[in-house]
């Protein structure tokens, strides 16, 4: 990395929608930092997208993830994608694996967006996205409610951090129904028979693809320079239902 260019970091960048949100990106910024406890897994093959190991929920090791972009290149954006989920019901629900999504979830946006924020707003520009769910909206029968309260959440921390940071930063938030990623298709989230009901009952009839939410939450980094505190959902329709 050179000074005084432009960097973006996504977090949950190895899969899915943080994948496709790195490759949008490589467009808009001089250099893509990827946070993600799985690194690796993708051959980036390109000098301006870098990897780093982290945890969201550690706020030393992304302190020092981010002092490293930072040290050769403002950082201009922010995409607060990393997240689990895993079908439970309330009454398999423990406490540990409450705390264990919304530190993800929740806890995880907050400490990336704490570490960034300073710099954003000693150089006059930034621009935050937090991805969260229509699970936050309208809850979810297979995501358990700690998913869909940790999804909820991030519509209060984009409301505050959009209160707090301006003007010269930027936060709004992405709400994605379903898309096609390991977390959907891997997870015991959905069998393949509900997953085609769902899909043709939507006005799009069809699942989402990670490109369709990355193009948004590039147009909230980049262009959208009149938005923030604002949710946009991103899911074929699935909140007229
Ligand atoms: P995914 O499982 O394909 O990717 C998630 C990534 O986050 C993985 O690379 C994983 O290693 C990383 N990650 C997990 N825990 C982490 C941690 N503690 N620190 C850093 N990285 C961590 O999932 P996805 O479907 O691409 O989901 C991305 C985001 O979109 C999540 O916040 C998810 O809740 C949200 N979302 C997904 C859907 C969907 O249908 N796929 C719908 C609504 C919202």
């Not at 700690?146 to 930027?170: C, D, I, N, W």
Request: net charge negative; aromatic share 4%; glycine share 10%.
């Amino acid at each position: 990395m050179t000074d005084h260019q432009r960097a973006a970091i996504v977090t949950g960048a190895s899969s899915g929608i943080g994948r496709a949100v790195v490759e949008r990106l490589r467009a808009d910024y001089d250099h893509v930092a990827c946070f993600d406890v799985a690194t690796g897994e993708n051959d980036w093959d390109d000098e301006r997208v870098h990897e780093f190991a982290v945890d969201v929920r550690d706020p030393d090791a992304v302190a020092d993830a981010v002092a490293a972009v930072e040290s050769v290149a403002d950082v201009a954006a922010l995409v607060n994608n990393a997240g689990i989920s895993r079908a439970v019901s309330l009454a398999d629900l423990d406490p540990d694996e409450w705390d264990r999504v919304l530190g993800v979830n929740l806890k995880g946006q907050y400490v990336v967006a704490r570490a960034v924020a300073p710099g954003m707003v000693e150089r006059g520009e930034g621009a935050i996205v937090n991805v969260s769910s229509v699970a936050g909206l309208r809850g979810s029968a297979t995501g358990g409610v700690h998913y869909s309260s940790s999804k909820a959440g991030v519509f209060g921390l984009t409301k505050g951090l959009a209160k707090q940071l301006g003007p010269e930063v930027r936060v709004n938030c992405v709400a994605p129904g379903l898309v096609e990623t390991p977390l959907l298709t891997e997870s015991n989230l959905w069998t393949e028979a509900a997953l085609a009901e769902y899909a043709a009952d939507l006005p799009l009839e069809r699942i989402g693809t990670p490109e369709e939410v990355a193009d948004v939450v590039a147009f909230l980094c980049d262009g959208a320079s009149y938005m923030t505190g604002t949710v946009l959902t991103v899911d074929g329709g699935s909140m007229l239902r």
